[in-house]
């Protein structure tokens, strides 16, 4: 079965990434979408701490932490916890988060 995973830094003092991860595992299982078929295929969700993904000029930006989705290679930064249902909605499909995603630079 593939897998997604995302890889979220838990580098900040604040301790927002690690709040962002829990978020982001609540809202897999409540919206059910852990393992869901897309694109024709069941594909399971990882949410994953990883210790920086170097993108620290988009972090101070704001408070929240930068993830990366993988193999999808989204990038995301200044992601709260409070941006942790929409960001599980657009992984099954649902509207993009044009505010939080980042160019390539
Ligand atoms: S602190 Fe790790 S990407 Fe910013």
Known sequence: MPQRRLF?????KSGVGEDVVKAL????????????FFS???VST????CNCLDLCKHC???SGAALIVYPEGEV?????PKDAAALVQHLAGG??????LLKDE
Request: hydrophobic share 25%.
């Open 40 to 42: 024709g295929e069941k």
């Open 76 to 80: 995301y930064g200044d992601v709260r």
């Open 8 to 12: 979220v830094c838990t580098n900040q």
């Open 60 to 62: 101070k930006k704001g």
């Open 25 to 36: 595992k609540k809202e897999l299982k409540a919206q059910g979408v852990k393992k869901i």
């Open 46 to 49: 990882r949410i994953q701490t």
């Open 95 to 100: 509207p993009a988060l044009p505010d939080l």
